[in-house]
Nanobody, 122 residues
Framework: QVQLVESGGGLVQAGDSLTLSCVASGGTLSRYNIAWFRQAPGKERNWVSRINIGGGITYYTDSVKGRFTISRDNAKNIVYLQMNSLKPEDTAVYYC???????????????WGQGTQVTVSS
């Protein structure tokens, strides 16, 4: 059983940066593709970025392209989401999830973290 723990969220102003971390315990992260999802109040949980097991393939949803960067360090069992030029519309709870395929959906994720709140003020 893999446990995922996110950290790094907080309250920032528009234009600021944050780096989220997702640390795995109880198993090796290197067996899974990882995605960051986010969920704003009253909205669905949507994927933000994905990275494959080896770290060489990444995906970003259109609204964060050029601003967010996903990376991973399998030796340290950690995945990062560097978020730059944050906007108020980025406000949400951010979750990391592990899945068997690179394009896994929220419903097919194997493991979830508990989430970390990101709030961007204008």
């Amino acid at each position: 059983q893999v446990q995922l723990v996110e950290s790094g969220g907080g309250l920032v102003q528009a234009g600021d940066s944050l780096t989220l971390s997702c640390v795995a315990s109880g198993g090796t992260l290197s067996r899974y593709n990882i995605a960051w999802f986010r969920q704003a109040p009253g909205k669905e949980r949507n994927w933000v970025s994905r990275i494959n097991i080896g770290g060489g393939i990444t995906y970003y949803t259109d609204s964060v392209k050029g601003r967010f960067t996903i990376s991973r360090d399998n030796a340290k069992n950690i995945v990062y989401l560097q978020m730059n030029s944050l906007k108020p519309e980025d406000t949400a709870v951010y979750y990391c999830a592990a899945g068997s395929s690179i394009l896994f959906s929220a419903s097919s994720a194997r493991y979830w973290g508990q989430g970390t709140q990101v709030t961007v003020s204008s």
